[in-house]
């Protein structure tokens, strides 16, 4: 069966970088495109980053320049580099795989087919 199984949390000082892996088995990897959310104690889950299946990437206005979205077909992972943390990024961050047409909103939770168990990410100040 699918799973996703993301990877690479922990505790790191403000302005400090962590990079978060995405394992993906069970489901033809490049026929998906894969995401990033977050979701901060209290708070809605929030998309952070997405790359289509052709490697094309947006991201959220509060990572832009800051966060970096890769993936490998070959190996079916999916990478986030995160640099110059703050510690309004504490969050639970998940991966998650979309397998619909690139319409609507994509950076919508809904759309998204299967999801990580997520992984925690603490930035002290």
């Known amino acids: 069966q699918v799973q996703l199984v993301d990877s690479g949390g922990g505790l790191v000082q403000a302005g400090g970088s962590l990079r978060l892996s995405c394992a993906a088995s069970g489901l033809t990897f490049s026929n998906y495109a894969m995401g990033w959310f977050r979701q901060a104690p209290g708070k809605e889950r929030e998309f952070v980053a997405r790359?289509?299946?052709?490697?094309?990437?947006t991201y959220a206005d509060s990572v832009k320049g800051r966060f970096t979205i890769s993936r490998d077909n070959a190996n079916n992972m999916m990478y986030l580099q995160m640099s110059s943390l703050k510690p309004e990024d504490t969050a639970v961050y998940y991966c998650?795989?979309?397998?619909?047409?690139?319409?609507?909103?994509?950076?919508?939770?809904?759309?998204?087919?299967?999801w990580g168990q997520g992984t925690q990410v603490t930035v002290s100040s």
């Open positions: 998650a795989a979309d397998r619909n047409i690139p319409s609507g909103i994509l950076t919508a939770v809904g759309r998204y087919d299967y």
């Open positions: 790359i289509g299946r052709s490697g094309g990437s």
